[in-house]
């Protein structure tokens, strides 16, 4: 079966650095993205991971263990505005994306 | 680049009508698009996957004669929603891959909010 497990919830302070984990176990593996949705919008891309190791991309990088099945999202210097749900998505066939239930991260002043 | 446009924004229509919600790839080609609901404090549901010039592929429990798609050209997917019941609001998002990326990154378009009265 497809299974992606990621925590439904986390609080950080703004400033702080927050670690969002995602563990998958899928028939297939064609990748694995990051998206971030505000509440009310639509998805927006994050990273990609398609080889073990780290991708950074400003305060956002991310980090991919296929042989573990692990992957985590890293936030530095976090702003209010990074308050969102963040998805964590296995590539699957067909160009398909397999959906993990996201993780909704609040930040405090 | 990659920008994905989807129209209305937002509908609210009567029960038993029919509702359709465009989504347009504006500057890149997309054999394949595909079509979400979700609702409130949920997560993305995958309705169907829509390919340029053939069928749609439905999810288990996703009727096809309900949720009608039409993917009729590179840059452009419809998806009617026939004789909408209340049970039906929803947010509805499409997403579009890249003829030109052999990788299965989605750019997503802005969503139509669709309220059945």
């Known amino acids: 079966g497809q299974n992606i497990d990621q925590p439904t919830e986390m609080t950080a302070t703004e400033g702080a650095i927050v670690q969002i984990n995602c563990t998958y176990q899928t028939s297939g593996f064609n990748g694995l993205f990051w998206y971030q949705q505000h509440a009310g919008e639509a998805p927006t891309f994050l990273s990609y991971n398609v080889l073990d190791g780290l991708e950074e991309k400003g305060r956002f990088s991310s980090f991919l263990s296929r042989s573990k099945g692990y992957s985590y999202l890293l936030l530095k210097e976090l702003q209010m505005k990074d308050s969102a749900s963040y998805l964590c998505?296995?590539?699957?066939?067909?160009?398909?994306?397999?959906w993990g239930a996201g993780t909704k991260l609040i930040i405090k002043p | 680049g990659a920008v994905v446009s989807q129209h209305p924004s937002w509908v609210i229509c009567k029960s038993g009508t029919s509702v359709k919600i465009e989504c347009r790839s504006l500057?890149?080609?997309?054999?394949?698009m595909f079509w979400y609901r979700q609702f409130p404090k949920q997560s993305l549901m995958l309705m169907a996957t829509s390919n340029e010039g053939s069928k749609a592929t439905y999810e288990q429990g996703v009727e096809k004669d309900k949720f009608l798609i039409n993917h009729a050209s590179l840059t452009l997917s419809t998806l009617t929603v026939t004789s909408a019941h209340p049970e039906d609001s929803s947010f509805y998002i499409c997403?579009?891959?890249?003829?030109?990326?052999?990788?299965?990154?989605?750019?997503f378009g802005p969503g139509t909010r669709l309220t059945v009265l």
């Open positions: 500057d890149f080609q997309a054999t394949t």
């Open positions: 997403s579009a891959r890249d003829i030109a990326v052999d990788y299965n990154e989605q750019f």
């Open positions: 998505a296995v590539g699957g066939s067909n160009y398909q994306l397999i």
